[in-house]
């Protein structure tokens, strides 16, 4: 099945800072990967996603790169807030049903 | 509309006992997940289904079992708890094809 490996586990940086947060997949026919931002106590919330057929997508301060070939892709968040403060899980879908996530990359931004 | 709700919300269960957790879905959503959460092992699928009627076992299925008669809900069953299942489950649903993932709030199980 498919593995998906998440680094780094922890990262803190400071306000104003960027962070990235690297992931690598192993299945090559899987086409859909979405990163998800979960705050503490709180449920995961999608803030951004890449199709297969595309090489990098931004929205405001948060981009994420794919590099099909190598099989990894990337989040950068730029101008980081107290606010981006949270656990952070990448994915990975190949087609109709499961996505598989890494374990996931607690960032702290320090005011 | 009330997305994914999930019940109960909390739960502390004796080892042995039983218990089902609900997840129901307004969004006419074909595809729904049970998840579990441990801290430092992210997000790991226990089953899924794809459809009304379907089940699949996902990376962690044994202890649990899985129904979908209503395309709207999907259970996840515990028929004799154990310490190990002590964890946050989420539920989510999701449309056909590649998409975004619509989590519920959680459920958070105790097993003493």
């Known amino acids: 099945g498919e593995n998906v490996e998440q680094h780094p586990s922890t990262l803190s940086v400071q306000e104003g800072d960027s962070a990235v947060i690297k992931c690598t997949y192993s299945d090559s026919a899987s086409n859909y990967f979405p990163w998800y931002k979960q705050e503490l106590g709180k449920r995961p919330q999608l803030i951004i996603d890449i199709r297969s057929n595309v090489g990098e997508k931004k929205d405001q301060r948060i981009a994420v790169t794919l590099n099909k070939t190598a099989k990894h892709f990337s989040l950068h968040i730029t101008e980081t807030q107290p606010e981006d403060s949270a656990v952070y899980f990448c994915?990975?879908?190949?087609?109709?049903?499961?996505?598989?996530f890494g374990d996931g990359t607690t960032l702290t931004v320090k005011p | 509309n009330a997305g994914v709700t999930q019940t109960p919300k909390f739960r502390v269960l004796k080892t042995g006992q039983s218990m089902t957790l609900l997840c129901a879905q307004d969004?006419?959503?074909?595809?729904m997940y049970w998840y579990r959460q441990d801290p430092g092992m992210g997000l790991r699928l226990i089953h899924y289904?794809?459809?009304?009627?379907t089940t699949a076992k996902g990376e962690v299925p044994d202890g649990y079992n899985v129904s979908r008669l209503k395309k709207q809900n999907f259970l996840l069953g515990l028929e004799s708890a154990a310490p190990s299942q002590t964890s946050v489950y989420f539920c989510?649903?999701?449309?056909w094809g590649p998409g975004e993932l619509f989590f519920g709030e959680g459920s958070r199980l105790t097993v003493l």
């Open positions: 289904s794809v459809g009304e009627g």
């Open positions: 994915g990975s879908r190949a087609g109709a049903g499961k996505s598989t």
């Open positions: 989510a649903s999701s449309t």
């Open positions: 969004m006419n959503h074909e595809y």
